[in-house]
């Protein structure tokens, strides 16, 4: 191992090399912090790939006669790239779901008519669920919505209060639970005082945006409302703030911790000053001095980031088993925030470190001792 190569100062500065890793892995636990926030999408990123099946129509009060709307019903039954799931007219509400970053948020729900529509629509949405025991005011939901609705929890059985009952001084029952990671409430409701006004189209060979163009083409001028927006786009959005948060956050620590490893770094390099004059009186290059330091400071950055994903990674596991996956949440192991957090604020460490000890460095001479 050559004295000048990085190797060889890290293995001659174990504890200095062990105590810039451990500055460098600050930077990494950003990535955990990413996590968290995508911990509040993440159960909605499959509900909205469930919802994006569909597309809503709904009835208009302009429509008063309902020519429109029963035209276009008849339309929609008629076409053969089309399936009609009747919904109702009446807005229900969802239970509220806990995440792992400890914020309550309602989930989505649908609502339908008949036992048949929405055994179809779960085929179409690809839920396993025995829907045998579901009767008039019934909910069904998945497992992990289960166990963190209303922050207790909710088992087949329960009775929920009539603040959660919609339109209808009615207590609904828990019906079925199927296992699923979705945050979506189904209701049955087959009773007389149900009105229609909402339907579910499913576009057989379509994507939800195909489905949504090809509904307003069928729709044209007829006063028929159509849901647009993918579930998918909204929730996203939804959370936007949550990310300009986030990332403004990362910047500010990431120049902190710039500032607190460089004061590190700094005492550690004014030591090696004669070490680097020495270099330079025996004709070292500038580039080579840059690449000795750059390659030092980026070796036990290196170490930092391993030793913080597995530490990131261990813990995850640790909390997901022990605390969030029984109370029916879940903290994701990597999330594209997470990894973009912990990237912008490592380098906003690590290259004005390199910049300023790789100039100082080079400036270094051997005959001021």
């Known amino acids: 191992m050559k004295p000048f190569s990085a190797l060889y100062y890290i293995k001659q500065n174990k504890g200095r090399s ?7 892995l600050l930077s990494v636990l950003m990535l955990m912090g990413g996590n968290y926030i995508a911990s509040n999408i993440w159960a909605f990123e499959e509900s909205g790939e469930r ?5 809503t129509l709904g009835y208009l009060s302009t429509d008063t006669d309902e020519k429109d709307w029963d035209s276009v019903l008849e339309d929609v039954a008629a076409d053969d790239r089309l399936q009609l799931i009747r919904g109702s007219g009446y807005g229900h509400g969802s239970i509220e779901y806990t995440t792992a970053m400890g914020l309550s948020m309602s989930g989505n729900s649908m609502v339908f008519t008949s036992k048949d529509e929405m055994e179809e629509a779960f085929k ?10 579901v009767e008039d005011f019934g909910l069904v939901l998945s497992s992990m919505y289960a166990k963190a609705a209303e922050g207790v929890g909710v088992s087949v059985g329960d009775v929920l209060d009539p603040a959660f009952s919609g339109a209808f001084d009615t207590r609904y ?5 199927y296992e699923g990671n979705d945050v ?12 229609g006004g909402r339907v579910y189209v499913h576009g057989k060979d379509m994507d939800h945006a195909q489905l ?25 959005e939804f ?12 910047v500010l620590i990431g120049i902190i911790l710039s500032v607190s490893i460089s004061s590190w770094f700094t005492g550690q390099y004014m030591k090696r000053t004669y070490e680097f004059g020495v270099y330079r009186a025996i004709g070292r290059s500038r580039s080579e001095i840059f690449r000795k330091i750059a390659s030092e400071i980026a070796l036990q950055d290196l170490m930092g980031i391993i030793a913080g994903v597995a530490l990131v990674l261990l813990s995850t596991f640790l909390l997901n088993e022990l605390v969030y996956l029984p109370a029916g949440m879940y903290l994701p192991y990597i999330s594209d925030m997470g990894m973009i957090g912990a990237v912008i604020c490592n380098l906003l460490a690590l290259i004005p470190l390199i910049f300023f000890k790789s100039r100082a460095m080079n400036r270094a001479d051997v005959t001021e001792f």
Do not use: P, Q, W
Request: glycine residues 2%; proline residues 0%.
């Open 18 to 24: 062990i105590t810039a890793a451990i500055m460098f």
């Open 51 to 55: 919802l994006d099946r569909f597309v």
């Open 124 to 133: 179409i949405m690809e839920i396993d669920c025995d829907l045998s025991k």
């Open 173 to 177: 029952r828990v019906d079925a639970i």
């Open 184 to 195: 979506i409430l189904f209701y049955l409701i087959e009773s007389e005082r149900n009105v």
């Open 212 to 236: 949504v163009r090809y509904l307003e083409d069928l729709v044209g001028d007829r006063k028929v409302s159509i849901s647009k927006k993918d579930a998918k786009s909204a929730i996203s």
């Open 239 to 250: 959370f936007d703030v949550f990310r300009v948060i986030f990332y403004t956050a990362i």
